[in-house]
């Protein structure tokens, strides 16, 4: 059974960091692309980051010079390293496994919440 865990949010002032980690199993880790989705209040979906099987990553132009996607596939985990955070970065944050250009598994989220 596929699981995507989340953790590592939580309230931080605005120009302040986190750090975000998935959890992953039931599936060969490191054979798979992932990406990280986050949802703000009343808003929809949206994309954040990806990072390939191969390790190069892309981003949403608004998180660009931010934030750092990562991966250890020793510890079949996902990272999203988060600084400078701005109170628009405030959202739900999923990661998701990426098989044929879809999203098809998805974590329960994690709280960010960017106020002063």
């Known amino acids: 059974e596929v699981q995507l865990v989340e953790s590592g949010g939580g309230l931080v002032q605005p120009g302040g960091s986190l750090r975000l980690s998935c959890a992953a199993s039931?599936?060969?880790?490191?054979?798979?692309?992932m990406a990280w989705v986050r949802q703000a209040p009343g808003k929809g979906l949206e994309w954040v980051s990806s990072i390939k099987s191969s390790g190069s990553t892309t981003y949403v132009d608004s998180v660009k010079g931010r934030f750092t996607i990562s991966r250890d596939n020793a510890k079949n985990t996902l990272y999203l390293q988060m600084n400078s955070l701005k109170p628009e970065d405030t959202a739900l944050y999923y990661c998701a496994k990426v098989e044929y250009g879809s999203y098809n598994y998805w974590g329960q989220g994690t709280q960010v919440t960017v106020s002063s």
């Open positions: 039931g599936f060969t880790f490191s054979s798979f692309d």
